[in-house]
């Protein structure tokens, strides 16, 4: 098996291929980077309560599974050969085919008039954690008292539903902090998308006066040079910082390779399996795939775990789709906890069940258990971390 991503989603399937076959089935592993930079707590290293060596974890610590590790980046995908083109760190490239494929490449980003995704260091989305983290962190220390923060939020689907508003307290709480200074939160959406009631509290009460929370005002340009971005409203905000959140979609390898049909952002999949629709042998898990179930780390872990199932009873010869006992009990679940003050947090779980759509006729993951804590306190702060740092032992060694 052929697995290209090592985060939350592609670790755990890969360590779960090799567990549940007993070591059989031979997993090669393929990530640019020898360990993963986790995004999950990355906006506590925005306010200095983490550092980023604490939020990385080494593919190697999956060592004992027995999966290779190739340190490449996939440069395309033949989804009809189940084979990936990868250009090796010595910048030497090889193809590498597999039984079946497993893509866990997490997101990618749709195009911006003004903005350049490759040279982005004036205006960090930091939404994928490691070097645009620290970029953010940087300019938010060097943003004075009564300085601007600007956010722009992205239509769902996107990563982490209540992640934005979840950074945006944060920067609130540095600037109160340093003495004042304004966060400005232009969200494509009509209202807050996760949480609504937790952060509009927060807004407007601890932090009233400093954000500033406008609906329906969707990104519609940058302009890098003067931290300007242009808006649905006919309305431009400037920052000393601006975050912007592009409009997210799958990673561009997996946009061209057909597994997105056309005028669509992600790949759609068979939940009981995670197999392409399209493709046959591709298996798409984590964020970049179509279901619309949560795209959070929790929820990767969770596909990955069904997937590897699904593909350790093909290879054992028995059809995954056919087993009524396992296709009944289906369940995936999410969790977010949401640091709303340097030490205080919120939380947000959902759980889903395969059944049948509101058609009466399709299956789908359908939510059955949604909550969410009814405020933000230390002692959901404390949890935050014990959840982690399951979540992380569970995924990554
Ligand atoms: C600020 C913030 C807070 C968050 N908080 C939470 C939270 O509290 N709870 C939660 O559950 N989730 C949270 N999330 C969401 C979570 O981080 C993602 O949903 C999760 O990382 C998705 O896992 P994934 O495996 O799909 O993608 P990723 O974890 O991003 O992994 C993708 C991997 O693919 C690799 N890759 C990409 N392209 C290629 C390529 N071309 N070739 C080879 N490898 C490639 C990358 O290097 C990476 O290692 C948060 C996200 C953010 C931004």
Redesign the pocket.
Same mark, same amino acid.
């Given at each position: 098996m052929i697995v290209? #991503? #090592? /985060?939350? =989603?592609?670790s755990m399937v890969a360590k779960y291929i090799r567990l549940s076959s007993g070591g059989n089935v031979a997993v090669t592993l393929? +990530?640019? @980077?020898p360990s &993963?930079v @986790?995004?999950?707590? @990355?906006?506590l290293v925005l306010n200095g309560r983490m550092q980023l060596s604490e939020r990385t974890i080494a593919h190697s610590k999956l060592g004992p599974y027995g999966a290779q590790n190739v340190q /490449?980046?996939? *440069?395309s995908i033949d989804p009809a050969a189940r084979s990936v083109t990868v250009t090796l760190n010595d910048s030497t490239t090889t193809k590498l085919t597999g039984d079946r494929l497993i893509l866990?490449? #997490? $997101?990618g980003f749709g195009a911006v008039p003004g903005w350049d995704p490759v040279k982005t260091t004036t205006i960090p989305h930091a939404? $994928? %954690?490691g070097q645009q983290t620290a970029i953010l962190r940087d300019q938010l220390r060097a943003l004075p008292a009564g300085g601007i923060f600007v956010m722009t939020v992205p239509k769902k689907p996107y !990563?982490?539903p209540p #992640?934005p508003y979840? !950074?945006a307290c944060l920067v609130a709480d540095i600037m109160k902090r340093k003495g004042g200074g304004k966060v400005v939160v232009l969200d494509a959406s009509s209202g807050i998308q996760a949480e609504a009631d937790t952060f509009n509290r927060a807004f407007t009460g601890i932090y009233k006066g400093i954000v500033s929370n406008i609906p329906n005002a969707a990104l519609v340009s940058v302009d890098a040079a003067s931290r300007k971005v242009n808006t649905s409203l006919g309305l431009s905000f400037a920052g000393g910082v601006v975050n912007m959140l592009p409009p997210h979609q799958a990673?561009d %390898?997996v946009m061209k390779s057909g597994l997105v049909p056309t005028g669509k952002f992600w790949a759609p999949v068979d939940p009981l399996t995670y197999e392409s629709t399209l493709f046959p042998g591709v298996h798409v $898990?984590? +964020? *970049?795939q179509a279901t619309e179930q949560p795209?959070? =780390? &929790?929820? %990767?872990n969770s596909q990955a775990k069904v997937c590897a199932d699904a593909i350790v009873r093909l290879w054992q010869g028995f059809d995954p789709l056919a087993d009524l006992d396992r296709t009944a009990n289906i369940t995936t679940n @999410? %969790?977010?906890?949401?640091p709303i003050t340097y030490s205080e947090a919120s939380w947000l779980t959902a759980n889903f069940a395969y059944g049948l759509a509101k058609d009466g006729k399709t299956y789908q993951m359908n939510p059955v258990q949604v909550g969410e804590a009814e405020k933000w306190d230390g002692e959901n702060f404390e949890d935050m971390f014990t959840w982690a740092s399951n979540?992380f032992t569970d995924s990554f060694t």
């Open positions: 290209v #991503g #090592g /985060g939350f =989603a592609g393929v +990530d640019p @980077s &993963h @986790s995004c999950v707590l @990355s906006n /490449g980046q996939v *440069t866990a490449m #997490g $997101i939404w $994928i %954690a !990563r982490c #992640g979840e !950074r990673p %390898a $898990i984590g +964020d *970049t795209k959070s =780390a &929790h929820m %990767a @999410s %969790a977010c906890y949401s979540l």
